[in-house]
């Protein structure tokens, strides 16, 4: 059974930084393309960055374009976002997602939540 | 970027009942990668539908999509008490990758 495991979330004053991971495990990891997928309190799901299985190509909404770094280390299964310079409005849950066939997202993890507040 | 407006934002309906949930697209949705997601209270989204038609894997035969180009539906037969969740659809035709606002199938 395909398992994503985030990790990473917590408190953090506007300004500051966060780095989220996601342990992906029982699939070919390096195969498939993974994205980032967050859900304000009460509110829809955005996908805020991509990255393809070989990481050499990257996606990023405009809401966190120049903050935010999507990486993924394939040796070890795992993915990553950076988060900088973080706002209010990052507030979220954050869930990792694998891409299926021609891109919808088969797997989510359970999610890691980000609460940015002085 | 493709908007999907999804309707109505909330479905009533008694155990037993037939939903039909709507997603339309601000443009043509490429190759049908439109997707159908349920979602319920505290849990993360779950793949209902893609490629517009195709059921995700273990989805019952009672959920079923539909739709090509800009107008898309999501029918569920007969309702089961556990379907009465959020849905959203989402286009997956090129990068920006964009979800609608979201449907809540509640009890009546």
């Known amino acids: 059974e395909v398992q994503l495991l985030e990790s990473g979330g917590g408190l953090v004053q506007p300004g500051g930084s966060l780095r989220l991971s996601c342990a992906a495990s029982?699939?070919?990891?390096?195969?498939?393309?993974m994205s980032w997928v967050r859900q304000a309190p009460g509110k829809g799901l955005e996908c805020v960055s991509t990255?393809?299985?070989?990481?050499?190509?990257?996606y990023y909404a405009d809401s966190v374009k120049g903050r935010f770094t999507i990486s993924r280390d394939n040796s070890k299964n795992t993915l990553y976002v950076q988060m900088n310079i973080l706002r209010a409005e990052d507030t979220a849950v954050y869930y990792c997602?694998?891409?299926?066939?021609?891109?919808?997202?088969?797997?989510w993890g359970q999610g890691t939540l980000v609460t940015v507040s002085s | 970027e493709i908007v999907l407006t999804q309707s109505p934002g909330t479905l009533s309906l008694s155990p037993g009942e037939r939903a039909t949930l709507s997603c339309r697209a601000s443009?043509?949705?490429?190759?049908?990668?439109l997707a159908w997601y349920q979602q319920k209270p505290g849990q993360a989204p779950r793949l209902l539908i893609y490629?517009?038609?195709s059921r995700a894997t273990d989805i019952p035969d009672r959920f079923s999509g539909s739709g090509s180009g800009t107008d898309f539906t999501l029918t569920i037969s007969r309702l089961e008490p556990e379907d009465f969740a959020v849905y959203y659809c989402?286009?997956?035709?090129?990068?920006?990758?964009?979800f609608g606002q979201g449907t809540k199938v509640e009890i009546k």
């Open positions: 029982e699939f070919a990891f390096s195969t498939y393309a």
């Open positions: 443009q043509s949705v490429t190759s049908s990668y």
């Open positions: 490629g517009a038609s």
């Open positions: 989402q286009q997956y035709g090129n990068s920006r990758r964009t």
């Open positions: 990255i393809s299985g070989s990481g050499d190509s990257t």
């Open positions: 997602a694998k891409h299926g066939r021609a891109g919808s997202f088969d797997y």
